[in-house]
T-cell receptor, first 115, second 109 residues
Framework: TAGITQAPTSQILAAGRSMTLRCTQD?????MYWYRQDLGLGLRLIHYSNTAGTTGKGEVPDGYSVSRANTDDFPLTLASAVPSQTSVYFC??????????????FGPGTRLTVL | GQNIDQPTEMTATEGAIVQINCTYQTSGFNGLFWYQQHAGEAPTFLSYNVLDGLEEKGRFSSFLSRSKGYSYLLLKELQMKDSASYLCADMDSNYQLIWGAGTKLIIKP
């Protein structure tokens, strides 16, 4: 099984340009997440979705938007990229069964550089 | 408030034992997770504790004390492949994970 896939693997983007990072999971998980990971900092939640059709803001949502049209896909869009958005972006999913131990499964990440 | 603290870096010798500590302060608590992350790769799940005590899983064990807001990850019989960052995360009342910055573990022969 593929688990979670992300595309692209890496990207160099000019400041001011827009871009969509793609994320697809085949585990039929209800919840999906977007994180950014920067050196010296923990993973920071950008946006999340508890179930298809709903989204929520995480710790650092400014400059990013998401949509959840179906269970499998959770794209992250940067409307107008800025250099501070240079980071590694991870998509994750979990089966929010309401019980404990809802481990999150991570995609391979997208390394984004904004110049 | 929400705050996760763990050491930035630790060094240990192949074959030895190492303990990585994590303290947390979270409003609401739904469990403590440990993940492993090799350089350039995604985090992968290691363990989950929601009750006090020690959970053993092969060479890795994880301990939780809810009253002290404290957890540790114990790695035994260290192997070179254990060189990685170890991420502590606690799950808050909204089932969101609050992550520490990670502990980079360096294994020396």
């Amino acid at each position: 099984t593929a688990g979670i896939t992300q595309a692209p693997t890496s990207q160099i983007l000019a400041a001011g340009r827009s871009m969509t990072l793609r994320c697809t999971q085949d585990m039929r998980h209800n919840a999906m997440y977007w994180y950014r990971q920067d050196l010296g900092l923990g993973l920071r939640l950008i946006h999340y979705s508890n179930t298809a059709g709903t989204t929520g803001k995480g710790e650092v949502p400014d400059g990013y938007s998401v949509s959840r049209a179906n269970t499998d896909d959770f794209p992250l869009t940067l409307a107008s990229a800025v250099p501070s958005q240079t980071s590694v972006y991870f998509c994750a999913s979990s089966d929010r069964s309401g019980e404990g131990g809802n481990e999150q499964f991570f995609g391979p990440g997208t390394r984004l550089t904004v110049l | 408030g929400q705050n996760i603290d763990q050491p930035t870096e630790m060094t240990a010798t192949e074959g030895a034992i190492v303990q990585i500590n994590c303290t947390y302060q979270t409003s609401g608590f739904n469990g403590l997770f440990w993940y492993q992350q090799h350089a350039g790769e995604a985090p992968t799940f290691l363990s989950y504790n929601v009750l006090d005590g020690l959970e053993e899983k092969g060479r890795f064990s994880s301990f939780l004390s809810r009253s002290k807001g404290y957890s540790y990850l114990l790695l035994k019989e260290l192997q070179m492949k254990d060189s990685a960052s170890y991420l502590c995360a606690d799950m808050d009342s909204n089932y969101q994970l609050i992550w520490g910055a990670g502990t980079k573990l360096i294994i020396k022969p």
